[in-house]
C-alpha cells in the first residue's frame, strides 16, 4: 500500500533540516563578510625533498630517489659516486636503503603574507615507501607557484608527526618551514581597491547594491556642483562584473590606504543574501537549505510513497506575507514525520530538480 503526503498545513521542524532563517526587509551585514580584497590571498610553497630515520618503511629502490640522495651527499661533502655521476656500482649502493623515502612538501603563506625568517608548518607526503611514522624531514627547497620562478623562497626540516595512523604517508612538521624570501600581497594598485565577493555572494544584483551602498558612503568627497559629478561617482567605484567591485581611494585616503581599506570593509550591506540554495551531500545524507527554497505543482512517486504538492488552496501559512507557494522545507519535515529514510529524500529532491521544478540551485557535495 501505498503513503500519501499531502502539503495543506503546517508542519514540525524535523532534526533532519538545517534550515537558514529568512532574511527580513532591512537585514544587514558588513562588508567584510561577504567579500575579500583582491591581492590578500594564500600562496601555495611547493618543492621535493627527503625523509630519513624511517625503520625499514622508505624506499629508495627508484631513480628519482636515489638521484636526489645521491644529489644530499655530495652537497653535503660525501659524494657517493668519485666521478659524480650515479653509475651501477653507485645505484647498487643505494637502491637497498630502506630508511629514506622521496617526498612532496607544501606550506601555505598566509593572506597577509610573510616575511624572512618567519616559521610556517608544512605537510608531508610520501611519493614512495610504506609510512612516514618516526622520520626525520631532512631538507626541502620550496618554490613558489609560478613553475617558471626559481627562487627558493622556503627551507624545511624537522620531525614528522602522523595525525592519521590509517594514513601513515602524510604527515607534517610544525613551524619546520623557514622563510627565505620575503612574500607580499599588495591590496591595492593604481590608486584602486578590488572588492572579490565571495562564490556564495557573486551575483549581480549583490554588486549592484554593493556599488550603491559605497557610493552613498563616499560621494561626500565630490561636490553637489560638479559637473562631472555622476562621472566621478562612477569612477569612485564600479562593478567590473558580477564578483569584482574596484573602488578608487579617496584623495584624503591617500597616504592612508590601510584605514580606507579598514573603514571601507565595516560598511553595512542591506539585503546581501544570495540566491536560494539547497546543498545535499548523500554520504552524510545532511540537507541544508535557505529558508525561502520553493517548488513547484508536482506529484512524486517513490518506493512506497506518493507525494501530492500540487494543491495550496487550503495551505496554511507561516508567515503572514507568505505566499501560497510550497516551500521545501515543509515537504522535508511531511517526509521526516514519515520516517522517510534520508537518501530517499535526497533522491525526491533530485528527481525535483531534474524536472525544473525546485526554484533554487542544487548543490551536491
Given at each position: 500500500?501505498k503513503?500519501t503526503v499531502?502539503?495543506r498545513?503546517t508542519l514540525a521542524a524535523?532534526?533532519?533540516?538545517?534550515?537558514?532563517?529568512p532574511?527580513f526587509?532591512?537585514?544587514?551585514t558588513?562588508?567584510?563578510?561577504?567579500?575579500?580584497?583582491?591581492g590578500?590571498e594564500?600562496?601555495t610553497?611547493?618543492?621535493?625533498?627527503?625523509?630519513?630515520g624511517?625503520?625499514?618503511t622508505?624506499?629508495?629502490d627508484?631513480?628519482p630517489t636515489?638521484q636526489r640522495?645521491?644529489?644530499a651527499?655530495?652537497l653535503?661533502?660525501?659524494?657517493?659516486?668519485?666521478t659524480?655521476?650515479?653509475?651501477e656500482?653507485?645505484?647498487e649502493?643505494l637502491k637497498?636503503i630502506?630508511?629514506?623515502?622521496?617526498?612532496m612538501v607544501t606550506?601555505?603563506?598566509?593572506a597577509?603574507?610573510?616575511r624572512?625568517g618567519?616559521?610556517?608548518?608544512?605537510?608531508?607526503?610520501?611519493i614512495?615507501?610504506?609510512?612516514?611514522a618516526?622520520?626525520?624531514?631532512?631538507?626541502?627547497?620550496?618554490?613558489g607557484p609560478?613553475?617558471q620562478d626559481?627562487?627558493?623562497y622556503?627551507?624545511?626540516?624537522?620531525?614528522l608527526?602522523?595525525?592519521?595512523?590509517?594514513?601513515?604517508?602524510?604527515?607534517?612538521?610544525?613551524?619546520?618551514?623557514?622563510?627565505?624570501q620575503?612574500?607580499?600581497?599588495?591590496?591595492w594598485k593604481?590608486?584602486?581597491?578590488?572588492l572579490?565577493l565571495?562564490?556564495n555572494?557573486a551575483?549581480?544584483?549583490?554588486?549592484e547594491?554593493?556599488v550603491?551602498?559605497?557610493q552613498?558612503?563616499y560621494?561626500q568627497y565630490?561636490?553637489?556642483?560638479?559637473?562631472n559629478y555622476e562621472?566621478?561617482?562612477q569612477?569612485l567605484?564600479h562593478a567590473v562584473n558580477?564578483a569584482?567591485?574596484?573602488v578608487q581611494?579617496p584623495?584624503?585616503y591617500?597616504?592612508?590606504?590601510?584605514g580606507?581599506a579598514?573603514?571601507?570593509?565595516?560598511i553595512?550591506?542591506y539585503?546581501?543574501?544570495p540566491?536560494a540554495?539547497?546543498?545535499?551531500n548523500?554520504?552524510?545524507?545532511?540537507?541544508?537549505i535557505?529558508?525561502d527554497v520553493?517548488i513547484?505543482?508536482?506529484?512524486v512517486?517513490h518506493r512506497?510513497?506518493?507525494?501530492?504538492?500540487?494543491?495550496y488552496a487550503s495551505?496554511?501559512?507561516v508567515?503572514?506575507g507568505d505566499?501560497?507557494?510550497?516551500?521545501?522545507?515543509?515537504?522535508i519535515?511531511?517526509l521526516n514525520?514519515l520516517r522517510?529514510p534520508?537518501?530517499?529524500i535526497?533522491e525526491i529532491i533530485?528527481?525535483i530538480?531534474?524536472?525544473?521544478?525546485l526554484?533554487?540551485k542544487?548543490?551536491?557535495?
Amino acid at each position: 500500500m501505498k503513503l500519501t503526503v499531502l502539503l495543506r498545513s503546517t508542519l514540525a521542524a524535523t532534526t533532519l533540516l538545517a534550515c537558514a532563517t529568512p532574511a527580513f526587509a532591512g537585514s544587514a551585514t558588513t562588508l567584510r563578510n561577504i567579500c575579500r580584497i583582491k591581492g590578500q590571498e594564500t600562496n601555495t610553497l611547493q618543492g621535493f625533498g627527503l625523509v630519513v630515520g624511517l625503520n625499514g618503511t622508505g624506499e629508495a629502490d627508484d631513480l628519482p630517489t636515489m638521484q636526489r640522495l645521491a644529489r644530499a651527499m655530495e652537497l653535503l661533502g660525501s659524494p657517493v659516486s668519485m666521478t659524480g655521476r650515479l653509475d651501477e656500482d653507485a645505484l647498487e649502493a643505494l637502491k637497498n636503503i630502506k630508511n629514506v623515502s622521496l617526498v612532496m612538501v607544501t606550506a601555505t603563506v598566509p593572506a597577509t603574507g610573510a616575511r624572512r625568517g618567519d616559521q610556517l608548518d608544512c605537510r608531508v607526503s610520501a611519493i614512495n615507501g610504506k609510512s612516514l611514522a618516526g622520520g626525520q624531514l631532512a631538507f626541502a627547497a620550496l618554490k613558489g607557484p609560478n613553475t617558471q620562478d626559481k627562487t627558493v623562497y622556503a627551507l624545511c626540516q624537522g620531525s614528522l608527526q602522523v595525525d592519521d595512523a590509517a594514513q601513515p604517508m602524510v604527515a607534517r612538521v610544525h613551524a619546520g618551514c623557514q622563510m627565505q624570501q620575503d612574500v607580499f600581497t599588495p591590496f591595492w594598485k593604481d590608486g584602486y581597491i578590488t572588492l572579490v565577493l565571495d562564490k556564495n555572494h557573486a551575483d549581480f544584483q549583490i554588486a549592484e547594491s554593493v556599488v550603491h551602498q559605497i557610493q552613498d558612503t563616499y560621494s561626500q568627497y565630490i561636490s553637489d556642483n560638479d559637473k562631472n559629478y555622476e562621472q566621478k561617482l562612477q569612477q569612485l567605484v564600479h562593478a567590473v562584473n558580477a564578483a569584482n567591485i574596484r573602488v578608487q581611494i579617496p584623495e584624503i585616503y591617500k597616504f592612508d590606504p590601510v584605514g580606507f581599506a579598514a573603514e571601507l570593509l565595516e560598511i553595512n550591506i542591506y539585503d546581501a543574501e544570495p540566491e536560494a540554495r539547497v546543498v545535499i551531500n548523500p554520504r552524510s545524507g545532511s540537507i541544508v537549505i535557505s529558508g525561502d527554497v520553493e517548488i513547484g505543482d508536482v506529484v512524486v512517486t517513490h518506493r512506497n510513497l506518493v507525494v501530492d504538492a500540487t494543491n495550496y488552496a487550503s495551505f496554511e501559512s507561516v508567515d503572514p506575507g507568505d505566499t501560497n507557494k510550497l516551500k521545501l522545507d515543509r515537504l522535508i519535515n511531511a517526509l521526516n514525520n514519515l520516517r522517510v529514510p534520508a537518501d530517499d529524500i535526497i533522491e525526491i529532491i533530485r528527481g525535483i530538480d531534474k524536472l525544473g521544478k525546485l526554484h533554487a540551485k542544487l548543490i551536491i557535495e
